[in-house]
């Protein structure tokens, strides 16, 4: 039986989204119906709306979610009707090279539902990043369902699918900090105070965040930042070693995604130092470097794909470290919003006023 629900479609390039009628089948083989309870507006589904990432309109747009099973269909274990789960857009095969490698967090399949979810006439809907979770039900790969402890607010819940767990993995997976170390993160919004939070978490003796948003320094402090830059009024590489005795700092993250704070974090790490890239570029930009440079500074170049998690093994213990109050992921919800309201939490979003504009269902 088919389910009839409401959710919010970008029907075309660089135009307003909107709430619409979407018809969702019931869950085949290898299949999880989820009844969505909260889902945050993340600067991902801007870029599907405005052809950034594929022109295979009309997109359901929503992916950084939590909810419960309501069905699964044949042929899955593990899961059952009433879990209560968090969304991946990752989910491990267990069958390619490197999963078998032991390496499952650069697992490369793709496990998407077969189905289809439609729009009321029947045109196909393509989901975002497989998901497309602004809705009140969504259809995915059962391999995209992470059980966790119910406990925890699905509003909070939902944001380890995406960006807050981009960032957290930044830090503890990627670049590996560790106690005593010396981090930077240049860009400080959602996925950039994330990989504070994570900096914090390890340990790290010296936070610096980097932007050119006062407002946005401000809440890097609230995870953890221990000084900040604003790179409007100052050289943020010179000012990062400033506040490393010279050295410049052990690890910089690059959360922004532009080849000119990519140059800011490789010239502002330490000798031997680390760079990680989480920030996502678009296909057009281009990065220089002299190749001596890259030779003689020595250290690791890294780009981290969704924190290079694991979501069974990241997702319910970061859920278990919210909850022992160590992990303050509710500082990341500016607002909740209703579905109708996807539209202006994108502006809100691009006006750097926010740092998580959540849909609760």
């Known amino acids: 039986m088919a389910h009839e629900v409401k959710g919010v479609i970008a029907s075309s390039k660089g135009t307003a ?44 747009l929503g992916h950084e979610a939590a909810g419960v099973v309501e069905a699964v269909g044949p042929e899955v ?22 999963c078998l490698r032991g390496r499952p967090w650069y697992c490369f399949a793709t496990h998407n ?11 196909p809907l393509s989901p975002a990043l497989g998901i497309g979770a602004f809705a009140e039900k969504t259809l995915v790969a059962a391999g995209q369902c992470t059980k966790v402890n119910s406990a925890i607010k699905p509003a909070v819940a939902g944001l380890l699918g995406c960006g807050v767990m981009a960032g957290l993995g930044a830090a503890l997976n990627t670049a590996g900090v560790t106690r005593g170390d010396s ?10 105070d994330a990989a504070i939070l994570g900096a914090t ?9 980097v932007d050119v948003d006062d407002r946005k320094l401000d809440w890097a402090r609230q995870f953890g930042a221990t000084d900040t830059v604003n790179s409007t ?9 400033n506040l490393t005795d010279g050295n410049g700092a052990d690890v910089v993250i690059e959360a922004v995604g532009r080849p000119e704070t990519y140059q800011q974090a490789f010239y502002a790490r330490d000798l031997a130092g680390t760079v990680v890239l989480v920030g996502v570029p678009t296909p057009q930009m281009r990065l220089e470097l002299p ?43 500016s607002e909740t919003i209703a579905l109708d309201a996807v539209e202006e939490a994108f502006a809100k979003m691009h006006r750097g006023e926010v740092l998580r504009s959540v849909v609760v269902l």
């Open 291 to 333: 190749l001596l440079d890259v030779f003689g500074r020595g250290g690791t170049l890294k780009s981290s794909w969704y924190g290079d998690c694991l979501p069974t093994r990241d997702f319910p213990m970061l859920v278990d470290l919210h909850l022992q109050g160590r992990l303050p992921l509710e500082k990341f919800v």
């Open 113 to 123: 539902a077969t189905q289809k979810m439609t729009a009321a006439d029947g045109t």
């Open 17 to 60: 989204v909107s709430v619409a009628t979407v018809i969702v089948p019931d869950p085949g083989p290898g299949e999880a119906l989820v009844a969505v309870q909260a889902c945050g507006v993340c600067h991902t589904d801007l870029h599907y709306r405005e052809g950034g990432i594929g022109d295979d309109f009309p997109y359901l």
């Open 233 to 241: 009024a100052s050289d943020p590489v010179q000012e990062i070693k």
């Open 201 to 209: 978490l390890a340990g790290a003796r010296k936070i610096i965040a």
């Open 183 to 192: 981090v930077a993160i240049i860009g400080c919004g959602g996925v950039g």
């Open 77 to 98: 274990t593990g899961l059952s009707p009433g879990d209560f789960v968090i969304l991946n857009w990752r989910a491990v095969c267990g069958q390619c090279r490197a």
